[in-house]
């Protein structure tokens, strides 16, 4: 099924520059800034800089750089947020919603990364 990404969604506004943020890590392909409502002591958000809706769309047609970039990138907000265990954090969770009952809100891919507190078991 193809996406049609509609560019006048709030990350592809913060990307341009329209919508202020605050930036944890900027890399050539990828952008992770605080979430304006936190739901945890560190809840980030990592974006590709492309244009894709959700996961699927990312993981179809994203390229490998892209899809390397926001991997590494994602993992280095975990240590720059100082969550990631194993290097003093305690751990986190990271998740994305898609559609309609994954209730996503910003039809702009993203991964949610929370921590800072423990969470609890909770998948759904
Ligand atoms: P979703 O429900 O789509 O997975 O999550 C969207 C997230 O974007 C929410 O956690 C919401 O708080 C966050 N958000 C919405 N608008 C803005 C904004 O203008 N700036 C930032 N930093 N986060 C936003």
């Known amino acids: 099924m193809p996406y049609a990404y509609d560019d006048q969604n709030i990350f592809a ?10 930036t944890v890590l900027e890399t050539e392909h990828s952008l992770a800034f605080y979430d304006i ?25 994203a390229t490998d750089a892209e899809i390397l970039d926001f991997t590494r990138a994602s993992g280095e907000v975990c ?10 954090g305690e751990g986190f969770r990271a998740i994305t919603n898609a559609g309609e009952h994954g209730v996503q809100e910003v039809p702009h891919y993203h991964l949610h990364i929370l921590g800072g507190r ?7």
């Open 118 to 124: 423990a969470l609890g078991r909770m998948l759904a």
């Open 79 to 88: 240590r720059l947020t100082g969550v990631q265990p194993g290097e003093g």
């Open 37 to 61: 409502e936190p739901q945890t002591p560190v809840h980030v958000l990592v974006i590709p800089k492309g244009p894709y809706v959700c996961y699927d769309h990312f993981a179809q047609a």
């Open 13 to 22: 506004k913060i990307l341009r520059g329209e919508i202020p943020n605050k």
